[in-house]
């Protein structure tokens, strides 16, 4: 459950929230299990947060800083990761399915066991990465480097490799 005085901060929007974090940077802030779809949350500092079992469908975390957070179980569904800072996030058991990660940082990150199905991976960062047992059904890996990466186990049925600007899909 998460800390009702976390939260009720969050509600008052990124800027505070982001305020309170510099103030705050020792803090591990704890969201666990919170609904917030559609949320709209450009830029928000969520660095070190625990925000397993979060349902942040549709959500917009353009530009977010989500390193060390723990989004564990989480329900991303949709939600625009672009650019976001995701290094040694977890991610394990997530549902990413069709979030837009384009040139999302997400070095040192365990997605063990997600969903990243339909999921828009363009140009990130992915050293280190876990991807062990991840689904990639239907995902669009344009510019990505998967060697850097632990792909042991990940499906990659149907998985677009080829920008569909610069020429042809290709699938496995």
Known sequence: MANK???ALLLRGVETWNQ?????YEEWPDLRDIHLVGASLRMVNLSRTDLRNADLSEANLEGAILNRADLQGAI???????SADCQHTIFRGAILRAADLRFALLTEADLTDADLSEVFL?????????????????????????SKADTHGA??????????????????
């Open 5 to 7: 005085d976390h939260l």
């Open 20 to 24: 309170w974090r510099q103030i705050a």
């Open 76 to 82: 991303l569904g949709k939600t625009n990761l672009n």
């Open 122 to 146: 363009t140009q990130a960062e992915l050293t280190g990465t876990s991807f062990v047992n991840a689904n990639f059904d239907d995902a669009h890996l344009y510019n990505v480097d998967l």
């Open 155 to 172: 499906r990659l049925r149907k998985a677009y490799f080829t920008d569909p600007f610069r020429g042809p899909h290709s699938h496995l």
